[in-house]
């Protein structure tokens, strides 16, 4: 595979990429010791939308202008992503958490509901945990919070499952582990950061195409370097904290929706139940591991029935 170099980052600054988002402007703000960078638009009650790995809260673009007929919308880059601050700790979900938290309360926001995918979907329900008085909803889109069935993540794919497509029966997740290493995985991708994209979108989607040229070029611009990879790795290292306090927390009692692709499907229906007490999981079966861009007229209909 031919390597396509990253354009200039400021072909891809967040001031050029809002141009895509009428009504939206830009924002940062420093709370919990760290300065956030978001990005807002719309009227209404609020919605907190977290992205997850590899993106940022540009990923939100084939929904974002349709939620904000209906909602305030916060897109937020979180902790360790994009134009948001990367220190050398607090990616423990909790922390994390915290910065939202924090955030909304500098908004003048008393409760918010709460989008969450891949990554973001985690500290979504880490805010959840943790503040139920200020949270309204919270839609997680294939993501949930740490736990230990973590652990039993297979160190080899099942015969036969790793191949082309990711296996939904069988998911293979070897980045999870990959992304636990410290130091070494900058030192490979720095630069190179494109190849792990196109790979993942290629493994992880039903449909590739819908990641278009335009949006890799913006991840790669984002996650070249390597800082902004050691950062993204953190929330995984992380996750021994995060599974250490996930057995502090009490199951979820506000409305909790999961909405699974075919390849968290399964997962998502064995774990979300043990922590939230009102669920409703719906599965997008025909998209992948992107929802957003495979399915946004669905996960819009999902999203906006159920915040309604």
Not at 211 to 225: K, L, P
Request: net charge negative; glycine share 8%.
């Amino acid at each position: 595979m031919q390597l396509t170099p990253s354009a200039p980052s400021d072909a891809y600054s967040d001031e050029q990429l809002l141009e895509q988002f009428p009504g939206f402007t830009n924002h940062y703000a420093t709370v919990n010791g760290i300065r956030l960078h978001y990005v807002q638009g719309g009227s209404g009650k609020p919605l907190v939308c977290l992205p997850g790995w590899p993106q940022t809260w540009y990923s939100f673009h084939p929904i974002a202008a349709q939620l904000a007929e209906h909602y305030h919308v916060i897109l937020l880059d979180i902790r360790g992503m994009g134009s948001s601050d990367k220190p050398a700790t607090g990616y423990d979900k909790k922390t994390m958490a915290q910065d939202v938290y924090e955030l909304t309360r500098l908004l003048g926001l008393s409760e918010v509901s709460l989008l969450g995918h891949d990554i973001g979907g985690m500290v979504a329900m880490s805010f959840a945990f943790n503040y139920p008085d200020a949270t309204h909803k919270v839609v997680v889109a294939d993501g949930g919070h740490p736990s230990e069935g973590m652990r039993y993540m297979s160190l080899l794919p099942a015969p036969g499952a790793f191949e082309a497509k990711m296996d939904g029966n069988n998911p293979y997740v070897w980045w999870m582990s990959f992304n636990q290493v410290k130091e070494l995985p900058e030192q490979l991708l720095a630069g190179r950061f494109r190849y792990l994209l196109d790979w993942l979108f290629r493994y992880v989607m039903v449909d590739e195409h819908k990641m278009v040229e335009f949006d890799r070029q913006v991840y790669a611009a984002a996650y070249d370097d390597a800082e902004s990879i050691r950062a993204a790795n953190a929330w995984y290292q992380a996750f021994e904290q995060d599974m250490q306090d996930a057995k502090t927390y009490a199951p979820l009692a506000m409305p909790v929706l999961g909405i699974a692709s075919y390849v968290s499907y399964q997962t998502m229906n064995r774990g979300l139940p043990d922590v939230a007490q009102n669920l409703e999981v719906v599965g997008l079966l025909d998209s992948g591991h992107y929802l957003f861009e495979e399915s946004p007229a669905q996960v819009l209909a999902a999203v906006l029935r159920f915040l309604e």
